[in-house]
């Protein structure tokens, strides 16, 4: 399926897995959790170094989180994302997001491998922001400028 389809169907669903918020409640995963949250997504948070997160309950990884997710946002640092990948799978996540700014070069080809070989449908290193509605002037800019050059690559 086409990365703007999978985008489309990722920003439709309400409920998924956020893989990777901080605890820091300053740092960018924390800010982008509070927006979804306020946009009326119901965003899980995992990281095993918390409890909760914001008021939420926080579970250390995606295999526990019940009712079970079927879509996960993962925004870990590039080392983790194998290891993450591979909990998505075991949970039976059938779509990911895997956070970036750069686009696919961004994404380890191990990732996009394990993608592939458990069939789960992937949002190759974008950030979320570039196709939300009302974001910021620059979020806005980058979006707009990725849907114009992947627009004339029928991506």
């Known amino acids: ?15 998924f897995a956020m893989v ?18 306020r946009r009326g997504y ?6 095993p ?11 250390a990884r995606v295999q526990e989180i019940t009712p079970r997710v079927t879509s996960a946002l993962l925004i870990t640092a590039r080392e983790r994302a194998v290891s993450a990948l ?9 779509l990911v997001w895997l956070y970036g700014v750069s686009g696919p070069k961004a994404i380890s ?15 190759p290193g974008y950030c979320p922001y570039m196709f939300m509605p009302m974001t910021a002037v620059l979020h ?3 979006g707009f400028a990725w849907k114009l050059f992947h627009r004339k690559m029928n991506v």
Do not use: W
Not at 86 to 94: F, I, K, M, Q, Y
Not at 109 to 123: F, N, P, T
């Open 20 to 37: 990777g918020v901080s605890r820091d409640p300053n740092q960018f995963s924390r800010r982008l959790f509070r927006e979804l949250i």
């Open 49 to 59: 170094n918390a409890q909760e997160i914001d008021g939420k309950r926080c579970y």
């Open 1 to 15: 399926m086409k990365t703007r389809n999978l985008i489309k169907e990722f920003l439709m669903l309400r409920r």
């Open 42 to 47: 119901d965003v899980i948070p995992v990281n």
């Open 140 to 142: 806005r800019v980058h």
């Open 109 to 123: 080809r191990e990732a996009l491998k394990i993608c592939q070989d458990y069939g789960i449908g992937v949002v």
């Open 86 to 94: 591979r909990d998505c799978a075991e949970a039976g996540v059938t």
